[in-house]
């Protein structure tokens, strides 16, 4: 299972890696983390930015109710793009259930590129703050391919 998650609400500012969450993300991240916790539970490995902005976020998921056994802080989703996160997937996920904390429009890209065009998607003209996509599947993630995941569900935090 694959979970990929944009960062909650931030603030204005400069530098933009610095940029940290409103009160208003810290709000957004606690519900979807209890989302997230009702609808697969525990996260066996997540990799998370390392802009402040993701940090918090998955500071605030925990504090929400989403329990997350191993986390990785990944400096290159800061600027990745969809195909480095795939790639990244196929080389470092090796659990049941995964997680990538980014930014857009990445989160959506690589939504985009794995999800297996089934149903709807709420992430087709992007990810609002907040969004997550749960996706499932059951392959070996060195084989992940593209158009492979069927999508399970898409979380939106109140606005």
Same mark, same amino acid.
């Given at each position: ?55 918090? *976020? ?5 504090? =929400? @109710?989403?329990?997350?056994? %191993?986390?990785?802080?990944?400096? &290159? /989703? ?50 609002? *703050? ?5 996706? =499932? @599947?059951?392959?070996?993630? %060195?084989?992940?391919?593209?158009? &492979? /995941? ?10």
């Amino acid at each position: 299972m694959l979970i990929i998650m944009r960062h909650a609400k931030a603030g204005h500012g400069s530098p933009d890696h610095a940029r940290p969450l409103t009160d208003h993300g810290r709000r957004q991240a606690g519900f979807v983390g209890g989302a997230i916790d009702r609808a697969v539970g525990e996260v066996d490995q997540l990799f998370v930015s390392d802009a402040a902005r993701t940090l918090q *976020t998955l500071e605030s998921l925990t504090s =929400g @109710g989403l329990v997350v056994k %191993e986390r990785f802080v990944e400096p &290159s /989703l800061y600027s990745a793009g969809g195909d480095d996160v795939v790639e990244l997937l196929r080389v470092a996920a090796n659990e049941r259930v995964v997680m990538v904390v980014g930014h857009e429009p990445t989160m959506s890209a690589v939504s985009y590129q794995l999800w297996d065009r089934v149903g709807e998607a709420g992430f087709a003209s992007g990810f609002p *703050t907040a969004g997550v996509a749960i996706f =499932g @599947g059951g392959h070996a993630w %060195e084989e992940l391919s593209l158009g &492979s /995941l069927p999508l399970q569900a898409f979380i939106r935090a109140p606005m």
